[in-house]
């Protein structure tokens, strides 16, 4: 009982600081639509050429998502590096729980956080001409989940591994941006050279952008556009995310375990 | 008197360099126990062992009966800990990281806003609960951290160079607290410093230089061990009172150009005799207690380096500043 009050607790200390940080929630949501906007109007005219049957800024739109959930889910777990700088991970270090409750604590809070702010995403769908039935938002908000869930393991992860917010910083720069190019966000992987198929069915985001453009796209264009840009069913796809999460926050509980 | 903590043969090595070198020693209930000794010497390497953040290379020690090595978790609920540099979330409120550690400490939900508000009023910052701590002077930090260490009510706190970085005035206000709980709670108080004025609070020191305890005594038998107070006199009439003394008192008259200087035990009370029964004028006197900085002298033949801890105060405080 005491190993769920401690996780609960953890998690609800993530969800306040988050809160209190309005600058934070607010940057988070313009980034993306500035993302959506500039590639969106720059890349569209150039691709009607290629023309794979849809709108540039809806094929883009699951991916600009993902890349959101992302970034917020890699920041979010900075926290816990934060905490090692500024000593606060010591106060939680000494306290009588278990290492596995506080890296489920720290992992649980960055999916929420990160989840979260993928749904405001959800606002400029009108916009940009995405119908939104109410179950397809529950569908995308459950792979917001596990895709916030299986990049706060890798993140908590390397924040176990490093010492200071810079080196944590320059790690994540260097994975972010070839995880969001090699994801399918910008173009499909149906029909890309070899190296590039196989680093990216490594990539956890590759199979959120594909579950999440399946799910926004079904029913707006026809069914044999879609069948062209997308790798997986959305089952195998959550299987792949689930079993992912899995590897990572054990590595990163033993991780944990081993540094302190 | 029960022994609360019992440490034997404590050893920690880090890369070959030893850090704590077998020390053995106990520490009473309701005593205020302090380690007293330069930056480097293994006060803080120490507490981290008792208190299981590191493991021992060799030894154990018991607090509260419990194994260091074997209980970590039950020794870990039986401490309170105020750290030597901040550890507190400073976008929290007060009450909020109070509460966080009350919840990982499993106290329970009816108790916990209880004895918030009874540790809160205890520091004095009952007031300012709902403050965000990033608001908070250094002072009330600390105060708020001393409180957060009692929320689970633990038998012996621990304090690791608690008014480091503090202002004096701060510094007298911390140890009103911590001799009030002493005197309300016979809290024991585990506590290491390298403030020579500070160690004087407590009831027994340990001095401890290069990994090893060189004395242990209460502050006023470590003094004894550097002789008696010194009573420094002038006077016009230098040779007759140098005579006047060595015959009335029988003591050694030591001439340090134109001062008189003699040992005597207890010289407050020596010295309204010295003006009731002395003949000849006297121009001035003064009187000197031993103090610890001698003791330390005494024990390892050299000084407190001040000037080190100073240097570390100051990038200390540069980077609560920075951060928090």
């Not at chain 1, 988070?28 to 569209?44: E, N, V």
């Not at chain 1, 050429?49 to 883009?60: Q, S, T």
């Not at chain 2, 010295?271 to 002298?297: G, Y």
Request: aromatic share 10%.
């Amino acid at each position: 009982m005491h190993f769920f009050k401690s996780i609960f607790a953890i998690w609800q200390r993530e969800i306040i600081r988050y809160w209190r940080d309005k600058t934070r929630i607010v940057s988070s949501f313009f980034q993306p639509i500035m993302f959506l906007l500039i590639f969106g109007a720059g890349l569209s005219t150039t691709l009607t050429a290629g023309n794979f049957g849809v709108d540039f800024i809806k094929f883009m739109y699951p991916g600009i998502i993902a890349m959101n959930v992302m970034g917020i889910a890699f920041f979010s777990t900075v926290s816990t590096v934060w905490d090692r700088e500024f000593g606060f991970l010591k106060e939680i270090l000494v306290a009588p729980v278990s290492r596995t409750s506080i890296a489920l604590g720290k992992a649980f809070g960055a999916t929420t956080i990160a989840s979260l702010q993928a749904l405001i995403l959800l606002v400029i769908a009108p916009f940009i001409g995405v119908g939104l039935h109410i179950l397809v938002v529950v569908k995308l908000f459950l792979f917001m989940l596990l895709l916030s869930f299986a990049i706060s393991g890798i993140g908590l992860l390397i924040s176990s591994l490093m010492k200071t917010t810079e080196t944590f910083g320059l790690v994540m720069q260097v994975l972010v941006f070839p995880m969001f190019f090699l994801s399918g966000a910008f173009f499909p992987l149906t029909n890309v050279p070899l190296w590039m198929t196989i680093i990216s069915r490594a990539n956890p985001l590759t199979y959120g952008v594909d579950a999440m453009r399946q799910i926004i796209l079904n029913g707006q264009i026809s069914q044999q556009v879609i069948n062209k840009l997308v790798l997986y069913p959305i089952t195998i796809n959550g299987i792949f995310l689930i079993g992912f999460s899995i590897i990572m926050i054990l590595a990163a509980v033993l991780a944990f375990n081993k540094r302190s | 008197m029960v022994n609360i903590i019992e440490v034997k043969n404590l050893t920690r090595k880090f890369n070959g360099l030893t850090a704590v070198d077998d020390i053995s020693f106990e520490v009473k209930k309701g005593e205020i126990f302090g380690f007293l000794g330069p930056n480097g010497a293994g006060k803080s390497t120490t507490i981290n062992m008792l208190s299981t953040i590191i493991a021992p290379t060799n030894g154990n020690a018991l607090v509260n009966g419990f194994s260091i090595i074997g209980d970590k978790d039950e020794v870990r609920k039986s401490i309170g800990l105020v750290f030597q540099d901040p550890s507190l979330d400073d976008r929290l409120t007060a009450d909020e990281n109070l509460c966080f550690h009350a919840r990982l400490y499993g106290v329970p939900k009816d108790e916990y806003n209880k004895r918030i508000e009874e540790v809160l009023k205890l520091v004095e910052l009952w007031d300012r609960k709902d403050d965000i701590v990033k608001t908070f002077s250094g002072g009330m930090k600390r105060r708020l951290e001393i409180a957060r260490g009692l929320i689970h009510y633990p038998a012996v706190l621990f304090l690791d160079e608690p008014t480091l970085g503090l202002d004096p005035q701060t510094r007298v206000h911390i140890w009103d607290y911590i001799m009030k709980l002493k005197r309300e709670r016979e809290m024991t108080i585990f506590m290491t410093t390298h403030y020579m004025n500070e160690a004087e609070y407590c009831d027994r020191i340990g001095i401890i230089d290069n990994g090893k305890i060189v004395a242990l005594d209460t502050p006023a038998n470590l003094k004894k061990m550097v002789g008696g107070d010194i009573i420094s006199l002038t006077s016009q009439d230098k040779q007759t009172l140098k005579k006047e003394l060595e015959e009335k008192y029988g003591k050694e008259v030591k001439e340090e150009d134109d001062i008189l200087k003699i040992e005597v035990v207890e010289g407050e009370k020596f010295m309204p005799r010295l003006f009731n029964e002395l003949q000849t004028k006297i121009d001035s006197i003064s009187l000197k207690k031993p103090a610890l900085d001698d003791v330390f002298l005494f024990l390892t033949g050299r000084k407190i380096r001040e000037e080190e801890a100073s240097s570390k105060d100051f990038m200390r405080n540069f980077m609560r500043m920075r951060g928090r």
